[in-house]
């Protein structure tokens, strides 16, 4: 057991969309990432997700709202509930918790899709 500096994990990070591995605790990846701009819309058949904002602000877009995120909050976006994430074009650090089964884009499978993540 050691503590983890999540700054000094998120120094590692060079690339948006890409979720690294800090963590695994009860079937569940702990991740952290960088995003800017969109993602694409997507949804998970069996998983649900748990987003927290470490840094900046996100908005969780659904098909019929946009919930905004802040620093120090979090959103868990039940399974099957068809989401995108996007920024104001602002970099957002994000922790993520989903089990190891989840793939970052879901049903969709395209250039943003990460199926082997680092572990950081």
């Keep these: 057991m050691k503590s983890i500096n999540l700054q000094e994990k998120f120094n590692k990070i060079n690339d948006y969309w890409s979720p690294k591995i ?71 650090q994000i922790m993520l918790f989903e089990p190891t089964s989840t793939i970052n884009t879901g049903d969709i499978i395209n250039d943003l899709t990460k199926k082997d993540l680092d572990i950081i």
């Excluded at 960088?34 to 098909?63: N, Q």
């Excluded at 959103?75 to 989401?83: Q, S, T, W, Y």
């Design 22 to 92: 800090i963590g695994e605790l009860n079937g569940q990846l702990v991740k952290l990432a960088k995003i800017s701009g969109e993602f694409v819309w997507h949804s998970h058949e069996k998983e649900d997700e748990l987003f927290m904002v470490i840094k900046g602000k996100l908005f969780m877009e659904f098909r019929d709202r946009t919930e905004i995120v802040s620093q120090g909050e979090i959103i868990i976006v039940p399974k099957g509930i068809e989401h995108r994430p996007r920024t104001e074009n602002d970099e957002v």
